[in-house]
């Protein structure tokens, strides 16, 4: 059994979830509403205040369907409730940050500036001119965003310079020596 998929997922106060046709979800909450259709494989009930996910064999399929459908689920509801977000550093001369309006703007070394827009349901903020903080209730798309703002100036191994999480340890490497 998987240890993970027959854990319940407590429905907290305040939030509502729907459980439509062909694995429909629906959850809505103080935060938003966020929808997702699930694997038609999974049995996913409502049972006193709880969602229990089971799977109908121990199949392959369903059994590496089973725990991530229950963390689906879980994470659908901690956006709705908490939200999530992912801070980014801006390290380098002259690299740095701006936000107007829905626009955020990367001055990161190129002869032009990166500008990117921000996805439907997720907000960038920016703080001081190297501190980037990316919101929303989806999981899935705090995530994707972020790595989208990341891969415009990776971190490099010998200064350190471009665009980490705040929680990436990057692995310096030491430069070249001259000849002897």
Do not use: C, W
């Not at 997922?9 to 997702?36: D, H, Q, S, Y």
């Not at 960038?124 to 501190?131: A, F, H, L, Y």
């Not at 980037?132 to 010998?158: H, L, N, S």
């Amino acid at each position: 059994m998987s240890r993970i998929g027959k854990l319940p997922v407590v429905v907290p106060a305040g939030v509502e979830v729907k459980i439509g046709e062909g694995n429909l979800l629906t959850v809505k909450g103080p935060k938003g509403t966020l929808e997702r259709k699930l694997s038609a494989d999974m049995n996913i009930a409502m049972e006193d205040g709880q969602i229990v996910v089971t799977r109908p064999n121990d199949l392959k399929k369903n059994r590496a369907l089973h725990g991530l459908t229950r963390t689906l689920i879980f994470n659908m509801i901690v956006g709705v409730t908490q939200g999530y977000e992912k801070t980014l550093e801006i390290n380098g001369v002259g690299y740095r940050a701006a936000k107007s309006g829905k626009k955020l703007t990367l001055t990161l070394g190129y002869s032009h500036p990166v500008e990117m827009e921000d996805p439907e349901g997720i907000e960038s903020i920016v703080e001081g001119q190297n501190k980037i903080i990316v919101r929303g209730i989806d999981k899935e798309k705090v995530g994707q965003f972020a790595a989208e703002i990341r891969t415009k100036r990776p971190p490099e191994p010998y200064k350190g310079k471009g665009i980490k999480y705040s929680d990436e340890y990057i692995r310096r490497k030491v430069g070249k020596t001259g000849k002897k």
